[in-house]
């Protein structure tokens, strides 16, 4: 069973960083491609980020460059570093198990309670 539970969020200024975390409490983390979601007010979610099993990795347009999604099979944990951070990243962020061959669209319906990032100009 997944169980994901997301971190590290904050209130940041432009240009600043912040590290996001996506625990998987569950035995299958190693076995699934996950993604890092946003959705910011009044807009769809999004993917910013996927990452396979084998450490394929994709990026939204918008953060390529300034974000790096990794995982830690050992820790059941999922990371995206974001540096470089711009007022328009403000977002919930959430993750979710991937269907990386299906655009990476999320798996779970049922969506955590993500992690706010707000960023300051």
């Known amino acids: 069973q997944v169980q994901l539970v997301e971190s590290g969020g904050g209130l940041v200024q432009a240009g600043g960083s912040l590290r996001l975390s996506c625990a998987d409490s569950?035995?299958?983390?190693?076995?699934?491609?996950m993604g890092w979601y946003r959705q910011a007010p009044g807009k769809q979610r999004e993917l910013v980020a996927g990452i396979g099993t084998g450490g394929t990795t994709t990026y939204a347009n918008s953060v390529k460059g300034r974000f790096t999604i990794s995982r830690d099979n050992a820790k059941n944990t999922m990371y995206l570093q974001m540096n470089s951070l711009k007022p328009e990243d403000t977002a919930v962020y959430y993750c979710n198990v991937a269907l990386r061959w299906e655009g990476w669209a999320p798996v779970f319906d049922h969506w955590g309670q993500g992690t706010q990032v707000t960023v300051s100009s």
């Open positions: 569950g035995s299958t983390f190693s076995l699934n491609a």
